[in-house]
Nanobody, 118 residues
Framework: QVQVVESGGGLVQPGGSLRLSCVVT????????MDWYRQAPGKQRELVASITNGGRTNYVDSVKGRFTISRDNPKNTGYLQMNTLKPEDTAVYYCNVKTFDLRLDETWGQGTQVTVSS
């Protein structure tokens, strides 16, 4: 079974920065993609950024140039560096990983709250 735990959320002023972490533990052969989603109150969950096991990245337009997704494969950990945060970035951020061990599985973390407010 695979477990995913996010951390690093909190309250930050507009223009500030936060770094989210996503630690993956459990039984798996490899981690394919690591994705960060977010869900604001009353809105649908949206894909913010993704990274493949080869390091290819993709971002939603609203965070391009401000957020950076990365991963440390030996540590089975992913990161989301968020700079120049805006109030509209306020949401619960979730890490989603696709792992392979005889088959492809998908696992969600419990989420971490990010609040951008003065």
């Amino acid at each position: 079974q695979v477990q995913v735990v996010e951390s690093g959320g909190g309250l930050v002023q507009p223009g500030g920065s936060l770094r989210l972490s996503c630690v993956v533990t459990g039984r798996f052969f490899s981690i394919n993609t690591m994705d960060w989603y977010r869900q604001a109150p009353g809105k649908q969950r949206e894909l913010v950024a993704s990274i493949t096991n080869g390091g290819r990245t993709n971002y939603v337009d609203s965070v391009k140039g401000r957020f950076t997704i990365s991963r440390d494969n030996p540590k089975n950990t992913g990161y989301l560096q968020m700079n120049t945060l805006k109030p509209e970035d306020t949401a619960v951020y979730y890490c989603n990983v696709k792992t392979f061990d005889l088959r492809l599985d998908e696992t969600w973390g419990q989420g971490t709250q990010v609040t951008v407010s003065s």
